[in-house]
């Protein structure tokens, strides 16, 4: 009986060292995987402003404001427990963290470009509807 009770009691301790590993894993996974706005920034200022696509430069600087309001909210949070606990330096590091997201933004002469090809695009489509419209209201 001792036998199985001490076999019992491994299988309970191995099951219980497995699933702590098991949730280390995933949060260690999870915190690599959601991307931080300094990368997310790298990422935008590495972008060919001139050839890819109005669409996915947008949906890159979405990401961007996306990344960036979650490293806001996670430093507010971390400067709030520091000054729950009164750790001054740990609050220091996270008012730091919260400053350096303010440096974020788009370059003038990046907004500048941006604008030019999306006023082309505008003009283009603009023409193309009055062609269309000139077209149909000829009369034949």
């Known amino acids: 009986m001792d036998i199985y ?10 099951k219980t060292v497995f699933t702590m590993c098991f949730l280390l ?3 260690v996974a999870l915190l690599v995987a959601a ?3 300094e990368r997310l920034f790298r990422d935008v200022k ?11 430069i947008k949906s890159s600087y979405d990401a961007l404001d996306d990344g960036i309001a979650r490293d806001e909210q996670q430093a507010h949070r971390d400067m709030l427990e520091a000054r729950e606990k009164g750790d001054l330096s ?5 008012y730091a963290r919260f ?5 974020f933004e788009m370059k003038g002469e990046v907004s500048n470009l941006l604008f030019g090809r999306a006023w082309k695009l505008l003009r283009l489509h603009h ?10 209201s000829i009369p034949s």
């Open 25 to 27: 894993c995933v949060s």
């Open 35 to 37: 991307p931080n706005a």
């Open 90 to 94: 740990t609050y220091l590091d996270a």
């Open 127 to 136: 023409f193309t509807i009055l062609e269309r419209h000139c077209l149909i």
């Open 5 to 14: 009770k001490e076999m019992r009691k491994m299988m309970d301790m191995r």
């Open 99 to 103: 400053e350096k997201l303010r440096t």
């Open 46 to 56: 590495a972008l060919d402003y001139q050839s890819q696509s109005l669409e996915s």
